[in-house]
C-alpha cells in the first residue's frame, strides 16, 4: 500500500482537474477553460488506472501523455465537444473509481478483517479517498439523478397536473436564462422550482446569469440589470416570465413553443368598452399572452377569417341587420364569440342571434342584499345593504373555463349584472351548453325596473315575489359549423356573459379571479385550453377543533405525564440496578 | 456479524440501565410537547377565528387569508423543531460509546477479544440507533391527538408524518456518527460531547452562512455541505434521492473516520 501511494493521489488531482473541468463548463466558461484542466485530469486518470494495472509507470504515463494530447486535439479541432466531453468525464470517473476499488478499496476491505495494521495502511490515503469517492458520488447524484418523490396527499411540493401535462408533451429545446444576482435572497425559490420543470421534461434546461458578473449577456438581453428578469427561449422566439408564480413560467413556457399568433378582434362603434379605454388592463394580458388584437368595423366588412375570437364587450347601440346577419355566418361557419351584454343595454339585436345557440337574455338586473359589516360615514357598521355589485363563488365544475376557479375557490364579481340562462339543446343546432357563473347569494333578487334602479341607484328595492338568487349570469356553449368550412374538427363556441364591467380595468383591479374568468374565456373560446389559468397547488382546509377540556388534557398529557412517565422508567430501573448492587445486572 | 450483534445487545442494555436516556428522553419530549401543543392550541384559535377573517377579507376586497392546515401549521412545526432539538440531545446520548470505554479501561479488551473494531464501531451505532428510533416512537402521541382533533375527512397527511420520520431517522444517525466519532477521540465524556456538540452545530451555522454569501456557486455548496438542511425536503414530505446518497455517504465517512481513529489507538496500545 504504501508504496503505491503515489497513485492514488496522481489519481486524485486527475480527478480534481477533471471535476474542475466539468464545473468550468456547467459555468459557461470557455472551451479552454474547461477543456484543457478536463484533458489534463482525464490523461492523468488514465495513466494511473494503467500503473495500477501493472504496467511500468513510464508507459503508463506515455500511454496518458498520448490520450491527454489527442484529447487536447480533438478540443481544440471540434471546439466544444460537448458530447464527447460528457462520455470522457463518466470515463474518467469510473477510471478512477476502478483505481479506488483496486488500490483503496483492498485495504478498506482489510480494515474490516482487522488487518489494516499488518499491511501499514497510511490514514489519510483512506480519508481523503473515502471523502473523494463521497464527493464524487454526491456529485454525480446531483448532476444526473433528480429523482423526488413527493408522498403527501396534497402534493403541495408538485407543479400543477396541468404544468406537468404541457411538459411531458414538450417536444422543442426550450431555455430559460434567469437574471438574477448571485446574492438575491430569492434565487434558492427560483433554482428549486426550476429543478422541478427540469426533472418534469428533458427538453427544458436552465441557467442563472447574474448581470454583474454577465454585463454583456444582459445587455444583449436587454434587460434591465436591477430587475429580476426570468426569459423563455425555444427556436428564435423569446417570451418574458412575467412572475415568480408557477402559472406565469407555464403561461411562458406554452406561449414561446405555440406556433403562430392568434388575433382577436373587439367590435365598435357601438359604444362598446375599448381597448385603449377601460379595458387597457385586459388587452396588456392579452398581448402578454401572444394574442393580437384589433378593432372591428362590421358595418364596413365581415369578420375577418383569421378572426380566432370576435369579442363584443358590452354594446350600448343597436347593430345593423347587415353586422347581425355578418355576425351569424361567422358563427355558423364555426367561429367563437365572447358576447358581454349589461342589463342597461337597449335591444342591441344580438339577444337574437345568442338565442339560436339557446341562450336566454333576461331584461333584469341582479341585486344583492346582505347583512353584515358595510362601510358607512368611514366606519364599518352592521345592517343590510343592497348593491348592485354581486359576487360569484360557485360555478359549474365540469366547465373548463371554470372548472379551477371552482375547486380553488376563486371569487368573481359583477357590477351590474343581468340573468343569462341556457334553454338547453337546440335540435336544429345541435348545441351543447351549460350556465358556467353562478352570482349572487341566497338572499339576492333580480329586478326588472333596471332603468329606474340606475336611474337612482341609492334606491332600495322590495324582494318580495322576486326570484332569489343565486343567478346564472354566464353561458358556454359549442355546436359544429351548420355551414361546411371544410375544417375539420370546427366547433362553434360562444360564451355570454350578462355584464361587461367585470372585465374593465376598475372591476379587475378588485377581484383578481375576473382577470382569470376573462383570460379563460378568451383561451377557451380560441380553443387554447392548454393556457387557462394555471394555479399552482395550494394547502387545503385541515382544521383542529378541540373544545376546552380537550385543550387542557392534551398539554397535560403531552408535556407532562407522558414524559414523566418515561422519567419514572428510568429512575426505577436505576434505583433497582443501584439496589442490587454492581455486576448483577445479569 | 455475530460480533456486532454482542456488541449492540450490550450497548443496548448499558443504554437502558443508565439514566442519562431517560433523562434525555424526558427532556426531549417535554420540549417537543410543549411544541406540539402549542401549534395544537394556535391552529385551534385559528381555526375559530377563520371564518370571520375570511369575510373580513372578502369585504375589504383582499386575498382570502390562508386555510387552517393540521398538516403545516402542526406535523411540519413540531417535526421541524424536533430535528433541531436533536442537535442538543444526540452529543449527550452518544458521548460515553468510546470514551466510557477508554476510561475504565475496557477499551483494551475490547481490541484483544475476536470482535474487530470495525464489528465493535457498528454495534455501537446499531445500539444508538435504536435507542434514538425507540424515542421516536415514544413521539407518535402526537400523531394520535392531531388525528383525534382533526376534522372527520381532513386528517392529517399520512405520507407527511412518514416522510417526517424518516427525515428525522437520517438525520438522527447523521448526528450519532458524528457523536460516535467524537466519543473516538477522548476518554472524556464531556470533551466528547462538546466535540460532537461543536461540530453538530458548525453544520448548522454553515447552513445558516450560506445566506449571507455573496457567490451563489458557494451558497449552494455550503447548504449542501448543511447536515440539517438535508432534512428540510423530508420534512416538506418530499423524498429525495440526492438527499438519501448525502446522508448515506455522510455516516459513511464518519464511520469510516471512527474506524481509522479505533485502528490507530489500537496499534498505540
Partial sequence: ?586 | MKGTWTVFVKELRSYVHSPVAYVMAFVFLILCGYFFQDAMNFLNRYTTDYPMRYQQAQQMRRDPPPPPNVDIVVIRRTYSVMAFLLTFIMPILTMRLYSEEYRNGTIELLFTSPVTPGQTLAGKFLASFALYAGILVLTLNFVVFAYLYAEEGVRPDTGLILSCYLGLLFLGASFISVGVFASALTENQIVAAVVSFSVLLMFLVIGAAADYVGNYSAAEFLRYLAVNGHADSFLRGVISLRDIVYYITFIGFMLLLTNRVLESRRWRL
Avoid at chain 1, 318 to 338: H, Q, W
Avoid at chain 1, 353 to 370: D, K, L, Y
Avoid at chain 1, 408 to 427: H, L, S
Avoid at chain 1, 525 to 537: A, F, P
Fill in chain 1, 1 to 586: 500500500m504504501v508504496r503505491s501511494i503515489p497513485i492514488p493521489f496522481i489519481a486524485l488531482v486527475g480527478l480534481l482537474l477533471a471535476v474542475d473541468g466539468m464545473v468550468a463548463w456547467l459555468a459557461s466558461a470557455t472551451v479552454w477553460g474547461w477543456g484543457i484542466p478536463w484533458a489534463v485530469g482525464t490523461g492523468l486518470l488514465l495513466g494511473a488506472f494503467l500503473s495500477r494495472l501493472g504496467i511500468r509507470k513510464s508507459v503508463a504515463f506515455a500511454a496518458a501523455l498520448v490520450v491527454l494530447i489527442a484529447l487536447c486535439a480533438i478540443i481544440y479541432v471540434k471546439g466544444e465537444v460537448i458530447g464527447a466531453f460528457k462520455l470522457d468525464s463518466i470515463t474518467a470517473i469510473l477510471l478512477f473509481l476502478g483505481l479506488f476499488v483496486g488500490e483503496v478499496g483492498v485495504g478498506i476491505a482489510s480494515v474490516l478483517t482487522g488487518r489494516a495494521s499488518a499491511q501499514g495502511a497510511n490514514f489519510w490515503v483512506y480519508v481523503v479517498s473515502a471523502l473523494a469517492i463521497a464527493v464524487v458520488l454526491n456529485y454525480l447524484t446531483n448532476r444526473h439523478v433528480r429523482t423526488t418523490y413527493d408522498i403527501t396527499q396534497a402534493q403541495l411540493e408538485s407543479l400543477s397536473d396541468q404544468t406537468l401535462a404541457k411538459m411531458k408533451g414538450l417536444r422543442k429545446d426550450v431555455h430559460l436564462f434567469a437574471f438574477i444576482r448571485d446574492s438575491d435572497p430569492n434565487r434558492p425559490g427560483y433554482a428549486e422550482m426550476l429543478k422541478k420543470y427540469a426533472a418534469a421534461s428533458r427538453y427544458f434546461t436552465f441557467e442563472f446569469v447574474d448581470p454583474d458578473k454577465y454585463p454583456d449577456i444582459a445587455a444583449r438581453e436587454n434587460i434591465n440589470p436591477n430587475d429580476i428578469t426570468i426569459i423563455v427561449k425555444c427556436e428564435d422566439r423569446r417570451e418574458l416570465v412575467l412572475g415568480p408564480e408557477e402559472r406565469d413560467l407555464t403561461t411562458a413556457i406554452i406561449k414561446v413553443t405555440r406556433p403562430g399568433q392568434k388575433r382577436i378582434y373587439f367590435s365598435m362603434w357601438h359604444q362598446e368598452r375599448t381597448l385603449e379605454g377601460e379595458m387597457g388592463m385586459l388587452a396588456n394580458l392579452l398581448r402578454q399572452l401572444n394574442y393580437a388584437t384589433a378593432p372591428l368595423k362590421l358595418i364596413d366588412s365581415d369578420v375577418p377569417p383569421d378572426c380566432a375570437v370576435l369579442v363584443i364587450p358590452g354594446p350600448k347601440a343597436p347593430f345593423a341587420p347587415v353586422e347581425i346577419s355578418r355576425i351569424e355566418r361567422y358563427l355558423a361557419e364555426g367561429g367563437s364569440a365572447l358576447v358581454l351584454l349589461d342589463p342597461d343595454s337597449i335591444e342591441t339585436g344580438l339577444e337574437n342571434v345568442v338565442a339560436r345557440w339557446g341562450v336566454v337574455v333576461h331584461p333584469n338586473m341582479v341585486i344583492e342584499r346582505q347583512r353584515g359589516l358595510v362601510p358607512y360615514a368611514g366606519g364599518l357598521y352592521m345592517g343590510e345593504q343592497q348593491s348592485m355589485y354581486a359576487r360569484a363563488m360557485k360555478y359549474e365544475p365540469s366547465h373548463a373555463i371554470v372548472a379551477d376557479l371552482e375547486s380553488k375557490g376563486i371569487a368573481t364579481g359583477f357590477y351590474q349584472v343581468r340573468e343569462i340562462t341556457w334553454t338547453g339543446a337546440n335540435p336544429t343546432l345541435a348545441c351543447t351548453g351549460t350556465p358556467i357563473v353562478f352570482a349572487g347569494s341566497r338572499t339576492s333578487f333580480a329586478i326588472t325596473e333596471v332603468k329606474e334602479a340606475l336611474r337612482n341607484p341609492r334606491q332600495a328595492h322590495s324582494a318580495e315575489g322576486k326570484p332569489s338568487g343565486p343567478f346564472s349570469v354566464a353561458v358556454a356553449a359549442t355546436a359544429p359549423p351548420s355551414v361546411s368550412t371544410g375544417v375539420e374538427g370546427a366547433k362553434t363556441r360562444l360564451v355570454v356573459v350578462g355584464d361587461a364591467d367585470f372585465a374593465t380595468d376598475r372591476v379587475v383591479s378588485q377581484e383578481r379571479g375576473n382577470v382569470d374568468f376573462m383570460l379563460n374565456c378568451i383561451t377557451w373560446l380560441s380553443e387554447d385550453e392548454d393556457l387557462i389559468t394555471i394555479h399552482s397547488r395550494e394547502p387545503g382546509y385541515k382544521p383542529i377543533v378541540m373544545t376546552a377540556s380537550q385543550g387542557t388534557f392534551m398539554f397535560l398529557f403531552c408535556v407532562w405525564r407522558y414524559p414523566a412517565m418515561v422519567f419514572v422508567a428510568g429512575l426505577l430501573i436505576w434505583w433497582y440496578r443501584r439496589s442490587r448492587g454492581p455486576g448483577k445486572d445479569n
